[in-house]
């Protein structure tokens, strides 16, 4: 799996959009962007994943650049509760037998400040 | 709830004793991991069921740890021997699929501490 890299941390303020770095910028065509965010003393909660089309749901939205080095989680209006790890994954989305499991690194910390 | 639950949520021990933690996946989710997640670290994968099935060891699961998923439901992870590398928060995930993607749902952790 290709690896991600993240700042560390970030800070937001409350109501307005949070934006998430990652740069991936050896990821194969193969591999699909995930972000997960882990909140304090609980598991890592799925977010969204992509290819290389944007995609939106209800909890945020993922820009991925046309070359695909590159992505951003944004969190249209950050509440108190955004506040967590937030991890950006690169992996092989095709059934193989050492695929199946994800490679987290350090993440970025993001605190959002009332 | 329908979620993934883990017991116990807490565990002190001794070093040199050991322990053993249990994780409920969701009720149709075929697959099922262990993490291992150290402080300021992100969780690093331990294992992977796919049913009762145990497919893939991770090169940290040494000859003391030992998972079981009998009868593709349940999952327990022992530990023998503990040390006190050992302490960590243990997460488990569960997921449905045959291939492909698969949205892994994880449980809140069992935290560790070996004194």
């Known amino acids: 799996d290709a690896k991600t890299t993240q700042p560390p941390s970030m800070d937001c303020a409350e109501g307005r959009a949070a934006n998430l770095p990652c740069n991936h910028s050896t990821i194969s065509g193969n591999e699909y962007v995930y972000w997960y965010r882990q909140i304090h003393s609980q598991g890592p909660q799925y977010i969204i994943h992509g290819l290389k089309n944007n995609e939106t749901n209800e909890m945020a939205s993922l820009i991925i650049t046309e070359d695909r080095k590159s992505s951003t989680l944004i969190l249209p209006h950050a509440t108190l509760r955004d506040t967590a790890v937030y991890y950006c994954?690169?992996?092989?989305?095709?059934?193989?037998?050492?695929?199946?499991?994800?490679?987290f690194g350090s993440g970025t910390q993001l605190t959002v400040l009332p | 709830d329908t979620g993934v639950s883990q017991n116990p949520r807490h565990k002190i021990t001794k070093r040199g004793q050991n322990v053993t933690f249990r994780c409920d996946p969701i009720s149709e989710h075929n697959r099922l991991y262990w993490y291992r997640q150290t402080l300021g670290q992100g969780p690093e994968f331990l294992t992977y069921?796919?049913?009762?099935?145990?497919?893939?060891k991770s090169r940290l699961l040494s000859d003391r740890f030992s998972a079981e998923r009998p009868k593709g439901s349940f999952s327990t992870l022992e530990i023998q021997r503990t040390e006190q590398g050992d302490s960590a928060m243990y997460l488990c995930?569960?997921?449905f699929g045959t291939g492909g993607y698969n949205e892994q749902f994880f449980g809140p952790g069992t935290r560790l501490t070996v004194l």
């Open positions: 995930a569960s997921s």
């Open positions: 994954i690169v992996r092989v989305a095709i059934s193989s037998g050492s695929a199946r499991q994800l490679t």
């Open positions: 069921f796919q049913n009762e099935a145990q497919l893939e």
